[in-house]
C-alpha cells in the first residue's frame, strides 16, 4: 500500500490527471461587481465556524496523504500551514495505519498544529462495524476533531484489485455514523456527490458533506495512469459530477447540512462563487501538493494568496461577511 500511495504523489505531480471535457461548472457564473463597495478590505471578516472550531477562512486543506515516507513531510507542511493561517485539513486515508503501527508517524501533526480543525479520513468501502475500535484508535493516534468518509467506487473500479463491492455501505454508513462519537462528514475524491446520493443521506446524522465534484483531479484517470502507464477509458476519466452542480444539488436536497465546495476549486474566485452559491467551506487539494513538497512556508504562501484574493472578492462585491455574501449570490453568465 505504501508503494501504491508513492505512486499516487508521483502521478499526480506529474501526470495529465485534470479532467480534459469537463469542468467545474462555476465559469458559468459571475460575482456581482459592485462599484459603489461600502466595505474596507483590511475589515473583511472571512472568519466561520465549522464542525465545532472557528477557522480564520472558510477553506480546508484536501485529503491527500499519509503512509509513505514523503507523507510525513507533506502533512506536516500543510498542517504548518493551517496552523499560521487558521484554516482546517483533512489527512489522507487512515487505513494504512489498522495494521501498521509505524505508518502513524506520516499523520502525526498535532505538536505543529495544535488547535487546527483536522480531520481523519477512512474509505467507505472499508468502513464496517467491525472496523470502528481501531478507527477510534486511528482517530485518537492523530488528536482528530472529526472523521471524513470518502466515497469512491470508480476510483476503485480502476484501481489494481480495489475494493469493488459497495453493497451494503449505506446501511454501514448510518450504523457507524450513529455510533461513532465523532462528527463525520462524507466526501467524493472528485467524482461528486449530487442529488440521487444526497436523497440517500436525508436520514444520516452526517455532520457535513463535501461534494468533491468533477473539474479537478480526475481520480480515474489517476487510477489509469497508475495502473497502465497510460489512459485506456477516457471516458471514465471525464465521468463525474460538476462541482458547481454536484453543489447546488446538495444544497437543495440537503438544506441543514454543512457543505464543502471542493474538487477543481483553484483560486479564490472559484472559492467566493462557491460560498455565495451556499457551500460553508471549500476545499483544495491537488494544487497543494506541490507546494507542501517544497515546505512549509511554500504550501503558506500558496493558501495566503487564495485566501487573499478570496478576501478581495467579497470587498469588490460589497460583502463584509461570508453571511453577507450569500445574500449577494451569483448571476449566470
Ligand atoms: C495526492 C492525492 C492523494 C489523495 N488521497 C486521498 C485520500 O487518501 N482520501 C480522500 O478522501 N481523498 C484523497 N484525495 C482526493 C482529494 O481529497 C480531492 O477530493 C480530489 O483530489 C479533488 O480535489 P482537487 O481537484 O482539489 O484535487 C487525494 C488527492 C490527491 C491529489
Known sequence: METRKRRHIDVCLDGDVEYHGVTTGFERYRLPYNALTQTSLGRIDLSCEFLGKTLAAPVLIGAMTGGAELSGTINRNLATAAHRLGVGMMLGSQRIMFDNDAAADSFAVRDVAPDALLIGNVGLAQLTADVVPAL?????????????????PLQEAMQHEGDTDFSGSLARLREVTGSLGYPVLLKEVGHGIGAAAAAELVDCRLAAVDVAGAGGTSWARVEQLVRYGEIRHPALGDW???TARALLEVRRTLPDVPVVASGGIRTGMD?????AMGADVVAVARPLLKPAIDSADAATDWLRRFIDELRICLHGCGAATLTSLRRRGVEEV
Open 136 to 152: 477510534h484508535r486511528v482517530l485518537d493516534r492523530v488528536g482528530a476533531d472529526a472523521l471524513a468518509v470518502h466515497t469512491n
Open 240 to 242: 463525474g459530477i460538476p
Open 271 to 275: 472559492a467566493a462563487k462557491a460560498l
